[in-house]
């Protein structure tokens, strides 16, 4: 796997996304939720960091503001060291060339009354970028690329599969070279045996065009298999931050921990030093996140401290970082 | 942690609690006659939790919804024979059925959220099924509903009671569901995907659950799931499905540790493991499963599976030792050597 090396592709700094809901004229009934509060990390040319969490965490809102089809309330984003955070959407269209979405439903992501030719190659005649005859060419190259056939350009979504709706959304978002991919859960509403197929294709592709991914999925052990390096969230921001085998292998944080534990394994006989842990209570509201760490209500370690004072992420071992008062892993057992 | 000791092995192994023989489900359709249930046959017995487990379109959910009579579409046809507690359902009027549904059999769904209806109060719901069944006062029906909220770990019973379901989060609602489907004690609970659409923390406090039903109430719970890793936690015994009939059924232990059917076995390689080298690639399963429309000929697997062979082109039946039976012609022989060459024994996962 790619270590962390040289310059970031993408670099998030204290990205914060609210959103107001209720009346927004009526000052007392207007709340905010922080679905993603302060959050920094970077990620380098050829990894695949996995965003993990369960759903309100604010990991597909992270995505999101990533690839600018949210505007930020605070923060940055670092393409390439060029600040983004805070560009329009005229000054974004260049750039959305270099960094593109998949998206987890393939149903409901393509326009059902065009044909495949037309969906896949719609980024390419809006960025004008070719001629008529270069985007065919791209277009049988782009099918090629994953395992689709060239005659199917003619045909409508609803003649595909599910999982061959999610090659038609990788074809798409391939389209103009880019060197980012944000995939917000692209296997989740895929048969497993199809899921197999597409997590080994995006795998491929990393290596034959040397993409970097940043991989939202809330399976575990579809993240585990595809990510080098994994970031855990919980209510908005990361709690966890680590190479994925060191982070599966020893958890630093008391939540990934009870996540990890959660996993039903699909094997019998096996001997269970795998303890697990059951959680009471659920995911508190982003509306009224708790005081001091915001996992504590639900942490079986909490103490006092825990409930005034929210933790900030810091380093524990190599490349691991934890947003813990009591980490689960010590500065020493760097493995 | 799944039971050690095998169902079939539990004292009481006279008649079963259900028996399916021979279910065929078939819906006409403007495409032709469309075959969901291929003619399967299973059985039920009580105090056990048997897993149904295949991708969509298997077949999993209308074999256990024809079960309920839950499936009324003009076009559907129900063929064969669902003997519950030796009553034969298949063919029974909706007023009579509606004793059996909720009174002897209930069942949970995926989404609690559009199983519940939003205008009414939990409470309300299930004070409703209470007394559709039983004589209650609606003060008897209150506490009752109340005892059951608390029974299936909801804090707050008495403030739960009074609220609409899209006031508690997806966990609270599946849990006010399962309240609701345990109201009338039924010997016969089918969980269709009880857990695919809450996280893996809440998950695991819904399966805690469904373990406990079965300890506490002694249910026999039928769990429908595309998750092996939910069947391999809770079940006594497995049912394989793929295009509408049963592939391989076993002990869990049997299916997990020993499986049969080709089938079987890209299931299980196509889930990336949990612990352990990670392979460079997944094993996964060629092409997609068979349009019900049109079923190739002999087994429905065989287009999609690397051990096919000349006899392929021939249906398999359902054979096997005792209760591990799978629908393959593979001897035991060959089997052995197809499982030599797969790239990640079963054995070495762990």
């Not at chain 1, 070279?177 to 692209?186: F, I, Q, R, S, Y």
């Not at chain 2, 295949?54 to 079960?67: I, R």
């Not at chain 2, 409470?123 to 099924?129: P, S």
């Amino acid at each position: 796997m790619n270590q962390a090396t040289g310059a970031p592709l993408i670099e998030a700094v204290d990205v914060k996304k609210h959103f107001t809901v209720g009346n927004s004229l009526l000052a007392g009934q207007r709340r905010t939720v922080y679905a993603v509060d302060g959050v920094s990390f970077k990620v380098y040319p050829g990894e695949t960091l996995g965003l993990v969490g369960e759903s309100g965490c604010g990991k597909s809102t992270l995505g999101r503001c990533l690839v600018r089809l949210y505007d930020l309330t605070s923060g940055s984003i670092l393409l390439k060291g060029r600040e983004i955070g805070a560009m329009s959407q005229r000054e974004l269209r260049p750039i959305r060339r270099e960094m593109q979405m998949v998206f987890q439903d393939p149903y409901a992501s393509l326009n059902p009354r065009r044909r495949v030719g037309d969906l896949i190659a719609e980024p390419l005649r809006v960025h004008g970028t070719a001629s008529r005859d270069e985007i065919e060419r791209r277009l049988k190259e782009l099918m090629a690329l994953v395992g689709l056939e060239a005659e199917h350009l003619n045909r409508f979504p609803h003649e595909f599969s599910g999982g061959q709706r999610q090659r038609i959304g990788i074809a798409r978002a391939l389209a103009l070279h880019p060197g980012l991919l944000v995939a917000d859960e692209p296997v989740s509403a895929l048969d497993v045996s199809i899921q197999a197929q597409i997590v080994n294709l995006l795998a491929d592709l990393q290596e034959r065009l040397g993409l970097t991914y940043v991989f939202i999925a809330h399976d575990l052990s579809v993240v585990r298999q595809v990510s080098s390096r994994i970031a855990v969230m919980y209510l908005g921001a990361i709690v966890e931050m680590g190479p994925t085998e060191a982070l599966f292998q020893a958890p630093a944080h008391p939540y990934t921990e009870a996540l990890i534990s959660a996993v039903p394994i699909p094997e019998v006989d096996r001997d269970d030093r795998r303890k697990r842990i059951v959680l009471t209570g659920d995911v508190p509201s982003p509306m009224n996140p708790p005081a001091g760490c915001r996992f504590n209500p639900r942490c079986r370690f909490a103490t006092e401290l825990c409930r005034k004072e929210r933790p900030v992420l810091r380093e524990v071992a190599d490349g691991r970082t934890v947003a813990c008062h009591y980490p689960l892993v010590q500065a020493a057992s760097a493995a | 942690m799944p039971s050690s000791t095998p169902a079939s092995a539990s004292p009481e192994a006279k008649a079963p609690l259900l028996e399916v023989r021979d279910l065929r489900v078939s819906f006409r359709t403007e495409r032709g006659l469309l075959q969901a249930v291929g003619g399967i046959s299973f059985r039920v017995d009580t105090h056990e939790i048997v897993g149904v487990v295949g991708e969509s379109g298997s077949g999993k959910t209308v074999s256990q919804m024809s079960v309920m009579g839950l499936i009324n579409d003009p076009n559907a046809v129900i063929e064969g024979s669902i003997l519950y507690k030796g009553r034969e359902l298949v063919g029974l009027s909706q007023r009579q059925l509606r004793s059996v549904r909720g009174n002897e059999i209930a069942m949970i769904f995926q989404d609690p959220m559009t199983a519940l209806t939003p205008v009414y109060t939990i409470g309300w719901q299930i004070a409703e099924q209470l007394r559709a069944h039983n004589r209650l006062s609606s003060g008897a029906a209150r506490k009752r509903g109340i005892e059951l909220l608390a029974e299936v770990g909801i804090p707050n019973p008495s403030v739960t009671f009074d609220r609409y379901p899209h006031q508690l989060s997806g966990g609270m609602r599946q849990r006010a569901f399962i309240a609701m489907a345990l109201s009338c004690n039924p010997s016969l609970l089918i969980a269709d995907e009880p857990t695919t659409a809450l996280d893996v923390t809440v998950q695991a406090q819904i399966l805690e659950l469904i373990k406990r039903l079965r300890r506490d109430f002694g249910s026999s719970i039928v769990l429908i799931t595309h998750d092996l890793g939910v069947v391999a936690e809770v079940a006594d015994r497995v049912m394989v499905m793929y295009a509408g009939r049963i592939v391989e059924r076993g002990t869990t232990r049997e299916i997990f540790a020993d499986p049969w059917h080709p089938y079987s076995w890209g299931l299980h390689d196509s889930i990336p493991p949990m612990v352990g080298a990670r392979p460079r690639r997944l094993p996964s399963i060629l092409g997609s499963p068979p349009s019900l429309l049109d079923l190739p000929p002999g087994c429905a697997f065989s287009p999609r599976c690397p051990h096919r062979f000349s006899r392929c082109t021939e249906r398999p039946a359902l054979a096997g030792a005792g209760d591990h039976e799978a629908a393959c012609f593979l001897s035991p022989e060959q089997r052995g050597q197809a499982l030599a060459a797969r790239r990640r024994p079963l054995k070495e996962a762990s």
